[in-house]
């Protein structure tokens, strides 16, 4: 009995997870310019004075510098998620050409990536996020 | 006396409503559903289901034994009923409160708030760890005022049946007598944002008069409408990890304590808690933001 409670649930979660799919489709979220990531992450960070950001080339993420830390935010499902870098924020930082690996400290966002336009502004980037989290 | 499980009686009906809220949604653009957070939501109330069925012996043997000393045999007559609904309404608050301001209780209350999304789905996000947390231990006060535990477990039930409703933003305000004395959406989307004004607050299951008396009650300003989740949203929506993140965080944090007193803090102080003070709690948050609103009136005089 309490298997076939427990088969019916899942049935039941299936049924409306295509629900959802059929009436809302699968959302994926996209920064449509540096103002709408900056917006994003001043609604987390009171007083944010962005000194640079870049938008990645995919519109998945940006990277924003202020005064006092490096910030990226990344879309998530139909929403954003936001991480702020330091000490101990990363495991591991390389890069690959344009792209660059970010391997976080973190449970439940072990690793990302952000593809940028070209190498050097790659590099600067990298540059950036090893200072913010040496 | 055998009383029925008012949350499994109203099962079928929370299936309902959410699809309801959903074809709303469409409708209307009123509410929002992310295919994946729904999933992640009903995954977590199914694998909560799961979880505490597999525990109840540990809350049947402890009630029972602290039952045995109870003080008054209160008995199944309608104003125990009311009595209880009532008492375990005011415990609801303190155990919420505390599980917002202690980590080790976070640790499990936080599954609850890791959807970004605000809809009835997310009621259903509950976590599979209270287990690992003393809340039981908190609840042997109504053990040993003597009310019969299979009304102690009713009326808890009708609360959390209570508390489905007001997760969604398809509601605007309730009447104003109501939105004073009960707990409603407008309420209750508050205690699930994360701007900074909203912080720890309204922790209320039925009765927002609790918040009202003991000073933690924000009213939804429509100027700054709510952003639902956590300070520091999640990477994922694999349910497991979800249950697992903040423990997974504790764990590491204790392998690194560098003293006792830090491995009692990293339990015991509120989330964000860190010996040298470099990550954010909502207190600090709070005062952050409160420093930036003076310094913008200071700036526009």
Redesign the interface.
Known sequence: M?WMY?LG??A??GL??I???M??G??RQVLHSLEAARARLA??V??LCVRESILSADGRAALIRDDHAVYLV?A????????KF??GTLRSLSRDTARLNLR?A????PQ?DVPLADAARAAHWQDALRNATA | MNLPSPVTLATPAF?LL??GE??Y??ATAKA????????TS??MG?GS??SG?IFAFIYVAYAGLVAQYAVFDLGYSLAAFIACFVIDDFYYYWWHRISHRVRWFWADHVQHHSS??YNL?TALRQPWTGVLTPSLLLRTPMFLLGFPLPMLAFVHGLNLVYQFWIHTEAIGKMPRWFETVMNTPSHHRVHHA?N?RYLDSNYAGVFIVWDRMFGTFVREDETDPP?Y?IV???????PV??A??EW??IAADLIRARSIRDAFLYLMAPPGWSPDG?RQTSDSIKA??K???A?QLVAGE
């Open positions: 309490p427990l649930s899942l039941g979660i409306i997870v629900l959802n799919l009436l809302f699968r959302s609604s987390e009171p007083g990344a998530q499902g139909d929403g954003f998620i936001v991480r330091a000490k976080f973190d449970f439940t966002l990302f | 299936v959410v699809i959903m074809l949604a469409r929002h559903f992310e295919a994946r957070d729904t999933a009903l995954m199914l289901t799961v069925a970004q999304h789905s994360t900074a952003r989740g520091k949203n999640l990477g994922t929506f694999n990890k979800v697992l993140h997974v965080g470099s952050e933001w420093r930036h609103q310094t």
